[in-house]
């Protein structure tokens, strides 16, 4: 079995293997799959095989400039992070500043999050820039499940502070319950299990 400690310490890289022509991609991790993609298209483009080499320097991840919402019909310009405000200027200045600067990972799609505020208003806690908001669109557009997708996997908040998190735990129960109808015996059931694995896990 394997604990935190040897999945951390465990060998991140990838190679590429050809046996008998079935080639493999093998190793790596899920943050460097653009990575590995390019790697292995570019290296069967090498080999003679009729296929283009990778674009994935020039097609934009979902949200950032250039997407427009939908995969790029043509490859767009290399892709560099955005300089200006992913928010209207009438709608950045009416929000606090930590807040504006959290919504900046949203990229393009800042606003649909911060429209969300109309009917989630608030923040999840006092002194941090989380927004009640985000729990739902983590539900409704990510595919946030747990409590523990969004508190640790959406917006890391458990590995930041896990006390906060666990302040938080009761209000991202409830928002997602709400969101994914979940019935009371599957609410309280994620609560719990969201609760031990801060306190215990984390």
């Given amino acids: 079995r394997q604990t935190a400690a040897t999945t951390a310490s465990a060998v991140r890289e990838h190679t590429i293997e050809d046996l008998h022509g079935l080639v493999t991609l093998v190793g790596g991790k899920w943050t460097t799959y653009r990575r590995m993609a390019e790697e292995l298209l570019d290296w069967l483009a090498g080999q003679g095989m009729r296929m283009r080499s990778s674009r994935s320097a020039h097609t934009p991840l979902f949200g950032a400039p250039g997407w427009e919402g939908g995969y790029p019909g043509k ?3 290399p892709f560099l992070p955005p300089t200006r405000e992913p928010l209207s200027s009438d709608i950045a200045t009416s929000i606090p500043a930590d807040v504006r600067e959290h919504l900046r990972q949203y990229g393009t799609v800042a606003a649909e999050v911060w429209q969300l505020t109309r009917q989630y208003a608030g923040r ?24 523990m997708d969004f508190l640790a996997r959406r917006i890391r908040l458990a590995f930041l502070d896990s006390q906060a998190a666990s302040e938080a735990l009761s209000e991202v129960t409830a928002l997602m319950a709400d969101e994914l109808r979940w019935d009371r015996a599957t609410r309280l059931a994620m609560e719990n299990a969201a609760r031990e694995q801060i306190t215990t896990a984390l």
């Fill in 75 to 77: 490859p767009c310009a």
């Fill in 124 to 147: 999840l806690l006092p002194n941090w820039p989380y927004l009640r908001a985000e729990v739902v669109y983590a539900a409704r557009h990510e595919m946030a499940r747990t409590p």
